[in-house]
């Protein structure tokens, strides 16, 4: 009975610490991860490929059309033709100039090919061909959030992570003072009020950690969605190499492929216009054709070969066309107006940016500062306790005040860390330093 209790508790406890194994992961594999199980990455590269067929299609209005076609009618036997010059007397058995033919044949082919529309479809080309670089430009765009999504939980995941070490080391040594307290209180070394103090404390550093570390199941569970791990994988994150990269003010922003991507769509609201303005000249085609014709007992043409010339102009589209040529001008206005925005906005990100570099830098001189002053007041609050100089309070604030300055250089150290990599962000060179 004992054995067959066993093995199930055995086998649950193995699946269990199974389970809870932890999968190591770097950020360059992360990276490279995202951008293979990016559902946004590969619908901008679908974008991009659709973009491409356009401009063989665009390019196909250039070539001739080539159509054939064949038919073959029965007539009924009612059906009768009058003929307007009589039929020679030996073709002829009948006095009248009336047959009834029983079927009818036609064949035809034709080609056509336009000379001239007013430069349209060179026009049309091209704007497909502008087209696809904006395509481009938008899925490198793509692929920067999503690596700059993929740094933004992996360093929230890292952060995360060191402030559970943080706090799991505290919470060890609050539980051990409730313990050397629990035995204060039963000797009658101190009071009851401070062993509580004590206790509540612990109490308060166990809530943060479990808070902590749900926000760490949170993180872990987006980050595998991202990335392509199962839903339930336990991610283990390691500290990121730094980028090699120097944040600079006034940083140029001309790499943003926000700022690109308006800069190509300019040259396609100009290349509008252009298209708009071919409804003011007329249409020039070519065309040849072939024709077979046969109705019985009438006429019968083979080798109906023919060539011509089309000129097409339509008057209206003089006053018409107007309103096009407008939209189109006031569209590529539109345009420009927007790109002096984005790059005011991009300036300003980019300034933004380094500032908060040179912040965090900053920063952490004063959190190191704060570190060593806070462990060597725990210590000499400690020594005071010890000695009966300092009592339970200022013990449990000076834990507190060390407690927070660990978690502060934790953070700290890696938002400089960050900051650098949302610089290289913002100034649109993410992508070249992380590859």
């Known amino acids: 009975m004992k054995t067959?209790?066993?093995?199930?508790?055995?086998?649950?406890?193995?699946?269990?610490?199974?389970?809870?194994?932890?999968?190591?992961?770097?950020?360059?594999?992360?990276i490279q991860s995202g951008l293979i199980h990016s559902k946004s990455v590969q619908a901008a590269a679908a974008a991009t490929q659709t973009s491409a067929y356009r401009v063989k299609s665009a390019k196909n209005a250039q070539y001739p059309?080539?159509?054939?076609?064949?038919?073959?009618?029965?007539?009924?036997?009612?059906?009768?033709?009058d003929l307007q010059v009589p039929l020679p007397s030996s073709e002829s058995n009948s006095p009248s100039n009336s047959v009834s033919p029983s079927h009818l044949?036609?064949?035809?082919?034709?080609?056509?090919?336009?000379?001239?529309?007013?430069?349209k479809i060179r026009n049309l080309i091209k704007q497909s061909e502008y087209a696809v670089e904006v395509s481009k430009i938008g899925e490198s765009a793509t692929k920067e959030d999503a690596v700059w999504q993929t740094i933004n939980l992996y360093f929230g995941l890292y952060k995360t992570q060191q402030s559970i070490a943080v706090l799991n080391e505290n919470l060890n040594?609050?539980?051990?003072?409730?313990?050397?307290?629990?035995?204060?209180?039963?000797?009658?070394?101190?009071?009851?009020?401070?062993?509580?103090?004590?206790?509540?404390?612990?109490?308060?550093?166990?809530?943060?950690?479990?808070?902590?570390?749900?926000?760490?199941?949170?993180?872990?569970?987006?980050?595998?969605?991202?990335?392509?791990?199962?839903?339930?994988?336990?991610?283990?994150?390691?500290?990121?190499?730094?980028?090699?990269?120097?944040?600079?003010?006034?940083?140029?922003?001309?790499?943003?492929?926000?700022?690109?991507?308006?800069?190509?769509?300019?040259?396609?609201?100009?290349?509008a216009i252009s298209i708009a303005r071919s409804g003011y000249?007329?249409?020039l085609g070519i065309s040849a054709g072939y024709i077979a014709f046969d109705l019985d007992q009438v006429v019968k043409v083979t080798n109906a070969t023919n060539v011509g010339v089309a000129l097409k102009y339509d008057l209206t589209s003089i006053f018409k066309n107007r309103a096009e040529v407008k939209i189109a001008k006031s569209r590529d206005i539109e345009n420009d107006y927007q790109l002096a925005l984005l790059q005011d906005k991009a300036k300003v990100e980019t300034q933004e940016a380094y500032n908060?570099?040179?912040?965090?830098?900053?920063?952490?001189?004063?959190?190191?500062?704060?570190?060593?002053?806070?462990?060597e007041n725990y210590r000499i609050v400690k020594d005071k306790y010890d000695n009966g100089l300092a009592d339970t309070d200022d013990l449990l604030e000076a834990d507190v005040q060390q407690l927070q300055a660990q978690i502060n250089q934790v953070l700290g150290e890696v938002d400089q860390q960050l900051s650098i990599y949302e610089y290289a962000f913002t100034t649109g060179n993410l992508l070249e330093n992380v590859q």
């Open 65 to 81: 059309n080539v159509n054939v076609s064949a038919e073959y009618l029965h007539l009924f036997t009612n059906t009768n033709i």
């Open 356 to 375: 908060k570099y040179a912040l965090a830098i900053k920063k952490n001189v004063v959190i190191a500062d704060a570190l060593e002053q806070a462990d």
């Open 105 to 119: 044949l036609i064949g035809q082919a034709s080609a056509s090919v336009p000379v001239f529309n007013g430069f």
């Open 281 to 283: 000249y007329p249409s």
């Open 4 to 30: 067959n209790y066993f093995l199930p508790v055995l086998l649950l406890s193995c699946l269990y610490i199974e389970a809870q194994e932890t999968h190591p992961i770097s950020l360059k594999q992360a």
């Open 173 to 271: 040594r609050a539980q051990q003072r409730v313990k050397d307290f629990q035995n204060f209180l039963d000797n009658g070394i101190i009071a009851k009020n401070d062993f509580l103090r004590a206790k509540l404390q612990a109490s308060n550093v166990q809530l943060t950690l479990e808070e902590t570390k749900t926000t760490y199941k949170n993180l872990n569970y987006r980050l595998n969605l991202l990335i392509g791990l199962p839903e339930n994988e336990v991610i283990e994150v390691e500290q990121a190499s730094q980028l090699p990269l120097i944040p600079t003010p006034n940083a140029t922003y001309t790499h943003r492929k926000d700022v690109q991507s308006l800069e190509e769509q300019s040259k396609i609201t100009k290349n």
